[in-house]
């Protein structure tokens, strides 16, 4: 990548605010072209600024994070968002991650791991999984709902998972549907989608 990155900050304690853009200005590679207090602004600054990496708070006032997350990405689909929260949930990270997210930070990180979220967000399309996460990620899906989704990805029907497994496809449906609920996902190929990205899956486990 050439020329500096362009970062938006999206969060609502103007001191939290103020310090990320005294952080940010220090570095040569990075320019804040934009702040915002709520997730209105957030949504302003998007459309008016084009930031490449938008800093974005969990707790703002205005819409839920994963609903300003969606916006912002169809708004500009190659944006780059990174989360910064209080909130230490592996539940909640795998929710932002999979609904776009490209990393997921406390704000109790050290500020170089910030500089490094948004030049690896502005550097590849792949979301950074924190030290530790994988594992948290793996929780997330209990040890049959992993393996139902596994052969998922292998294309495998209902039918066909439960003969494999020794279960009911009844509750192979069950498995499937709660493991859309879990990831967020609309179809079996979204739960894939999803769950790779997370790093549930690898990526060859993917469906077409």
Known sequence: MTGRIDVGIADDHDLF?????????????????????????????VRARHPLVLLLDVSMPGDPARMTIARVKRMQPDLRVVVLTMHQDVRLQSELL??????YLTKTAP?????????????????????????????????RE??????????????????ELSIAEGTVKRHANNINIK??????????????????????????
């Open 98 to 103: 999979a609904a776009g997210a490209s990393a």
């Open 146 to 163: 992993y393996a139902v989704l596994r052969l998922i990805a292998q294309a495998y029907s209902n039918k066909e998972i439960g003969a």
């Open 111 to 143: 500020s170089s791991d910030v500089v490094a979220a948004i030049l690896h967000a502005a550097t590849t399309d792949s979301p950074q999984i924190p030290p530790g996460a994988e594992e948290g990620h793996s929780d997330l899906l209990s040890e």
């Open 17 to 45: 605010r103020e310090g990320l853009v005294a952080l940010l200005g220090r570095d040569s590679r990075l320019r804040v072209v934009g702040q915002a207090s709520d997730s209105h602004g957030a949504l302003e600054l």
């Open 183 to 208: 990831l967020g996902a609309t179809s079996r190929i979204d739960a894939v989608r999803k769950a790779t990205r997370l790093g549930i899956l690898p990526s060859q486990a993917t469906l077409g």
